[in-house]
Each structure stands twice: as structure tokens, then as C-alpha cells.
């Protein structure tokens, strides 16, 4: 399930959950077999058995419990499934007004989008020396940089080229930062990337993840949030409405 901006050419691929069977379906089928072969043993018990040695009814009874506990718990199951459906559609209504926004959160994918990429950074107390290399898919490194070293957050810019001054292609690239202290200790730094919303949908456990081209981020790890030039918090809350609406018959999909 994907809902992806119209500005975006490069979507990521959309997880078919929707249309594999679910767990209650699966089970559910399962249990129509097995009912199916207790019956068909059971009415062969009956038209055999033994007129002056009738077979003890009791177990049969308790097979017969024990299958309704069974369908019992498997309708539950499929309720809580629907439930969960329609929370995850909620989320992914909510989720649409992401897109075209520039949103933060740690990770150590960064998306290089027109050229340019950005995240933030905070130095340990005691750092000496601040080391930012970038690596392209295949684990080369195209930039390696001095970070700042005085203990607090920094924000750093790439600008898409790498040591030889060569400008590189937008896509997917890995970051690391890397702190030495002044006893010599090394100490990997975090680092919030951030990057423009293209694309959204669901991973395969279900949860809502955003898409800055190849770069995924889930929903729960987003820690800022910025809205396009020009725009502003009224006008953008305003516009929340239509587009969760609009977003409904694109999950619904």
C-alpha cells in the first residue's frame, strides 16, 4: 500500500499486504479441514461401532467443544484484524499530509535530493576531532568532511559532489560520524538526516513509513517536521481535510 506525490517519479515498491491471506483466513481454512476429516471419521465410527458396545458420546462431545473454542477465538482474531485495519488506513490518511514536507529523524540513510542533502548532529563533550564520511550504495566512499568538534548540535550540508569535485546522482547514501576524544576514545555519532517527503507506505510489520526518494523513515522515528517555503501553518492545516479525504479511496486501493 503506497500513496505516492505526483511529483515523484521514483516510488519505492508498495507492500502487498492487502491482498495475501490473513492469519484468521489461513486458520480458519485450516479448521474447516480438519473439521471436515473429524466428521467424515466420526460418521465412520458411528455406522461401525458395536450395537451392544456403543461408543462413549463424551469424547466426541469434547472434540466438538474444544472445535467451537477454536472457531470462537479464530473470529476474535479476524475482529482484531479488522480493527487494525482500519487503524493502519487512519494512520496512512494522517500520513498524506507529509508529503512534499521536509522531515527529520535519525538515521544512517541519507537522501540526496537536487543536488544537495542534510542532517544535524551532536558532538559529545570532549571531542577533539569530528569526522563526516558519506559512502555511495556499493560502500565507496564519495566525501569525507571535518565536522565541528565543540560539544553541542551542529547542522551540516552536502552538496552532492564528491572528493573530486564530480557532482554525484541523487539516490540513497550511507552516513557516518565519527567522534575522537581527547584521550583517543572513538564514539559513533548520530545523526538526524533530513529530507523531502515523496512517497508513503507500509512496511511488511504494517507500520507507516515515509519515503524521501530511496530513503525510508518511519513515522514513529520522525522528530521534526518543516513545512515548504511559503508556507505556512494555517494554510497547511487548512488543506489537512481534503487531502485526508483524498487520501481514503488512494488506501483504500
Known sequence: MTVTSATNSTSPTSVASSSSASQSAIAQQSLAGNMNSFLTLLTAQLNNQD???????????????????????????????????????????????????????VSTQLPL????????????????????????????????????????????????QNMYGVQQSDGTYTVAINSVGTDGTNTTVDAAVSGVVTSMGMDASNNVQLYMNGVDMPLASVIKVTLPMGTSASSASSSTASNTASSSSKTGT
Do not use: C, R
Not at 72 to 99: F, G, H, R
Not at 122 to 135: E, L, R
Open 51 to 105: 450395537p451392544l458396545s456403543p461408543t462413549d458420546s463424551s469424547q466426541f462431545t469434547n472434540q466438538l467443544v474444544q472445535f467451537a473454542a477454536v472457531q470462537q477465538q479464530i473470529d476474535i482474531n479476524a475482529n482484531l484484524e479488522k480493527m487494525l485495519a482500519t487503524s493502519n488506513s487512519s494512520e496512512m490518511a494522517s500520513a498524506v499530509t507529509y508529503l512534499g514536507n521536509t522531515v527529520t529523524g
Open 113 to 160: 535530493q537536487s543536488g544537495a542533502a542534510n542532517l544535524d548532529y551532536t558532538t559529545p563533550a570532549g571531542s577533539a576531532k569530528v569526522t563526516i564520511t558519506i559512502s555511495d550504495s556499493a560502500g565507496n566512499i564519495v566525501s569525507s568532511a571535518a565536522g565541528d568538534s565543540t560539544a553541542g548540535t551542529h547542522a551540516y550540508s552536502w552538496n552532492g
